[in-house]
Structures are given as C-alpha cells and as structure tokens.
C-alpha cells in the first residue's frame, strides 16, 4: 500500500518527473570516467542536504496504533487523560518547534546531568526530543488542552480556528527562552520539565492563545489558561455537528490588546516528563542552579498547526498582516 494516494495527474507528473532524472544522471555518468564517477558520488554523499519540508512531517506526525484498548505498557507507563471513544477525535492546537541538532544536543544534555546529578542517576526524566530508538523529535507549545471533537466537528473546528487566526492579526516571530520550570498536566497524572518562555514582541503567543480559546468556546470546549468563566467574543456556530455554519463577528464588537488576558507565564515548551511528585525545594534548586544553560534558546515562530486525530493542518502567519486596531478590528 502506497505511503501516499496520488490523482493520475499527480502521477503521472511524478512518473515524469523521476525519469528525466533518471536520464539526467544517466548521461552524466557515462560522460565522466569511472574514477571521476567515484570522486563526485564520494562529493555528493558528504555534503549537506536541504532540509525535509515542513509538510512532510505532518505526514507522520502520529505513531502506528498498536492497540484498540487503553494501554499504558504500550506508553511508557503514560495513561491517557481522556479515555479513547469511537467516532471522537483528540485535538489539539500547538506551535511546533525542531530544535536544531546544537540545541537538541544541549537539552538532551541538561536532562541527563539532571538525572545523573539531582535523581541519582536513576532516569526518572524521559526526554521528549528523542524517541525510543534515538530520533529527534519536535516539541510544541500548547495553545489548546486536548480536545475531543465530533466526526461532524472536525473541518469545521479547522475553518474556525482559521477565521479567528485571521482576525488575531498574527505575524511571525521569534520567541525566547528565560528559564526551566516544572509544571503538572491538567489530569494530574504526569509532571513536566519545561522552559518557560518570554512575551514576544506584539504579545503574539496571547494572540494566538485568543484564537484558539475562542474557538473552543464556539464549539462548548474548555479553554487553557484562561478564566472559563471569560464570554466568547463572538456567535457560537450553530448546530452540533456545525455543519454548514459559520462563526459571524458582532459589528459592535472590538478586540484590543488590554481585553486579552496576559498568560505568559503560562506558555512553555516541554522537553522531559515523570511520575510522581517533586519536593518545592527540589524544584527550586533545578531552577535556580540548571535555568542558566538553556537561557540563550530562542524560537522561530512561521506557523499553527491543528492536530485532529492524525491529521495535521499548518497554519502559516503572514508577514503582511497590518493590525490597525489593538488586535482585531471589527
């Protein structure tokens, strides 16, 4: 089975495309002697490649499902927080960020000292940035808990998130890194090691927090980081599979950036979990002892995905957005 379904015009394109360079490789190879042939694919081996496309890992942004049933032997001893239910899918809205090699290299190095230094030796701390058999993986920044949607639900949460992150007047940036915190999840099952992150310039994260908050409300979500108890600021589509439904702005309505709550505090990148629990005064010695050698990270910011199931949508901000009114104007 195809890793990919093509129409029969992307096929054929494809096909094409892959015979002329194959035909191109072809003639140059039998222009230059064998010895020449040799030095140039030795040349072309070792230089550096362009990096994957971003898309790309979409693609495989979900592990194989291995199991129909809940099972936290399969997980690292991790335990779902929401029980898995047919016909609902987990969602979630995140920044993604692939920290370069230097940098994962960096991290993955505090967490070892951190295991070796304050637990012992004993790998309490799993890393988040590889994975079992040793390839790095993205972090993220949560702008959403997770989530469960309807079938029903799934392109129309999508198309809403698109229509408030086009209202939010994002544009990308960068974003850096003060310090280590530990936070816990919501179900207070796991506890986290995370770099806490600075406010950017524009209050662009609380920009981005604002979209996808509202758009949990329109669809009777509970919102992160924010008071539940905050109005959406627009009609909630109608219907309970929103088909067909659209979220429509009040003409009275104008979003400014002193209405957004600031939850910076809140914003973080995770990079190792546990079990169990972590005395204050422990906590406070990693903070204030290891915060140091990660301050000089940074975060460049292009993108929102919305991850529903296994389905990976990207958002790209655009640099040309022109906010002329706080946040929104309506």
Not at 2 to 31: C, F, M, Q
Request: some cysteine; hydrophobic content about 35%.
């Amino acid at each position: 089975m195809p890793l990919v379904d093509y129409s029969d015009s992307e096929a054929s394109e494809h096909g094409e495309t892959s015979r002329n360079k194959v035909e191109e490789i072809h003639v140059i190879g039998k222009s230059l002697p064998r010895r020449d042939l040799k030095r140039k694919s030795g040349e072309i081996s070792t230089s550096h490649l362009p990096p994957l496309p971003d898309a790309f890992h979409d693609l495989y942004a979900s592990n194989s499902r291995v199991s129909t049933q809940d099972d936290p032997t399969l997980h690292g001893g991790r335990q779902r927080g929401t029980p898995h239910v047919e016909g609902q899918w987990p969602s979630h809205v995140y920044i993604e960020w692939y920290p370069t090699s230097a940098e994962s290299s960096k991290l993955a190095t505090l967490i070892k000292k951190l295991n070796d230094e304050v637990f012992g030796g004993e790998t309490k701390l799993q890393s988040l940035l590889q994975s079992e058999l040793g390839a790095e993986l993205p972090v993220h920044i949560s702008l959403s808990r997770s989530l469960m949607l309807l079938t029903d639900e799934r392109q129309p949460f999508v198309d809403t998130f698109k229509h408030f992150l086009d209202k939010s007047a994002a544009r990308p940036f960068e974003v850096y890194v003060t310090g280590l915190q530990w936070v816990t999840n919501y179900e207070k099952i796991r506890r986290f090691l995370v770099l806490q992150l600075a406010r950017p310039v524009e209050n662009t994260l609380n920009k981005l927090l604002w979209a996808s908050n509202e758009t949990a409300k329109a669809f009777n979500k509970p919102t992160i980081y924010v008071r539940s108890e905050v109005e959406p600021t627009e009609v909630r589509p109608r219907g309970r599979g929103m088909r067909g439904s659209r979220p429509r702005g009040r003409s009275s309505a104008v979003i400014r950036v002193n209405d957004i709550q600031d939850c910076t505090p809140y914003f973080h990148v995770s990079i190792a979990w546990s079990h169990g629990s972590l005395s204050s005064d422990v906590g406070a010695g990693i903070r204030s002892k290891y915060s140091a050698e990660i301050e000089e990270l940074s975060i460049s910011v292009k993108a929102v995905k919305v991850k529903i199931g296994n389905a990976v949508t990207s958002m790209p901000l655009s640099a040309n957005v022109v906010d002329t009114a706080g946040i929104i104007g309506v």
